[in-house]
């Protein structure tokens, strides 16, 4: 067994950690204005993050997943909200270019949109219904075929970095399908008739993602547009869970250690007045770090654990109970390591300028972000007993 980093990841943590040092100096404006990040978006597009994980057969760096959770980790360090919001990009574009259910041609134009055209690609599959408590995704929106493409009406909810990505991948349902699980995957540009976008994103945390909503009213979309149909979305969703969503668990990694290295320099600078030491020397601060240092490399370890079981085994039954794990386990971490740095960082900690005061809202986010932790408990479960999802009853009665 072997835990080092290869000189590969070391430099791409090194270039991640100094990347999220720059946005650092940002990331407290953006998270006030929730306004978009785009400065460190065109970075990220500068040095090359489009194409980290797109294969070398189309000029991509050819990254793992691995060595993708290594980087969003490290990126979230400086500003969570840019680290999540430009991972959506690999997360919906990533199942496409690896599916062999995706035509070659698709593939290639996708690629080609990436690599030579530097495109930031957004993602939509959610909307207001969407919800993991009955395990299904309901789609309201519907993609009509007509003489020119096809026309999308509906409405979708939390699309992150929608105006600042030059396309958005939309899931819709076919209106000419039968099945209740078909859906169809359009590319709709950022200039596309019938599209606007309901700017709502007033939220506690992850705020400059602006995750908005996005409204389509007989949008037309051409032929090309259609990347992907099938009149069940549920094995292709689930065969990349590991982009879909495992991809931004090291996101909410990187918020745990951001708030744990904040504490530790908090109690290490502040000492009490008439006191020889800070508050570092306190026992119980020190048994706090302690207790939270386990949480967070005991997350860690699962998180990367689950990103080298997804690169060498595929979508087995056991890297998705270990990215289920790993999600349940970053969740409960930085929910955990964010509220303790908060209490101990005291009431100096809960102005709008200091850094403990955002990471807690971004941290918040952790455990309800879908997969939320019960869901991801549910799955586990299922795996540790060797039970059949469809051997279980539903969670709701069906109305
Ligand atoms: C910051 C952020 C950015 C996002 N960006 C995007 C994006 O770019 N594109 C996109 O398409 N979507 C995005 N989403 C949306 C996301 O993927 C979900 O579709 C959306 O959050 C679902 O709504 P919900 O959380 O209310 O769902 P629900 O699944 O209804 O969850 C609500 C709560 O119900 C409970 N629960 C859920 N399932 C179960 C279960 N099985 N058993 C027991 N309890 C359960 C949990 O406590 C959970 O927190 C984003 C979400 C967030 C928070």
């Not at 997350?299 to 595929?314: E, F, I, M, N």
Request: contains cysteine.
């Amino acid at each position: 067994m072997d835990f080092a980093l290869t000189p590969y990841q070391q430099r791409l943590q090194r270039q991640c950690l100094a990347l999220a040092a720059d946005f650092a100096t940002r990331a407290a404006a953006h998270d006030r204005d929730a306004s978009h990040p785009a400065e460190n978006y065109a970075r990220l597009r500068d040095e090359g993050f489009l194409a980290l994980t797109v294969g070398g057969e189309w000029g991509g760096g050819g990254g793992s997943l691995l060595d993708h959770t290594i980087a969003y980790e490290a990126l979230a360090q400086g500003c969570p909200s840019t680290a999540l919001a430009f991972n959506m990009h690999a997360s919906v574009v990533m199942p496409l270019l690896e599916s062999p259910e995706v035509a070659a041609d698709v593939k290639r134009r996708l690629a080609e949109l990436v690599v030579r055209d530097k495109a930031l690609i957004a993602g939509n599959f959610s909307e207001p219904v969407t919800t993991s408590l009955i395990g299904e995704r309901p789609l309201k929106t519907r993609a009509r075929r007509v003489a020119e493409g096809y026309r999308i009406s509906g409405r979708k909810m939390f699309a992150s970095m929608l105006e600042a990505a030059d396309y958005v991948l939309v899931m819709a349902y076919p209106d000419e399908a039968i099945s209740p699980a078909a859906g169809i995957i359009l590319l709709l540009p950022r200039d596309a008739e019938g599209r606007r976008v309901d700017a709502n994103w007033d939220v506690l945390g992850m705020r400059a993602t602006r995750s908005d909503s996005l409204i389509l009213d007989d949008c037309l979309l051409p032929e090309s547009a259609r990347l992907y149909r099938t009149d069940d979305m549920r094995p292709f969703r689930h065969a990349y869970l590991n982009w879909f969503w495992g991809s931004y668990t090291p996101v909410y990694l990187g918020v745990a250690q951001a708030a744990f290295d904040e504490l530790r320099r908090v109690v290490t600078e502040r000492r009490p007045e008439g006191y020889a030491q800070p508050l570092s020397h306190h026992p119980d601060v020190r048994r706090h770090v302690a207790e939270l240092s386990a949480d967070l490399d005991g997350a860690r370890l699962a998180t990367y654990r689950s990103a080298w079981l997804s690169d060498t085994q595929g979508p087995t039954a056991e890297t998705t109970a270990a990215l289920y794990r790993a999600k349940y386990m970053v969740g409960e971490t930085v929910s955990r390591v964010t509220r303790t740095a908060l209490t101990l960082g005291g009431a100096h900690g809960i102005f709008k300028t200091s850094r403990l005061e955002q990471l807690f809202r971004d941290g918040a986010l952790g455990p309800l972000h879908p997969p939320p932790s019960d869901f991801c408990l549910y799955n586990m479960g299922l795996y540790q007993l060797g039970l059949e999802p469809g051997d279980v009853l539903p969670p709701l009665k069906p109305g």
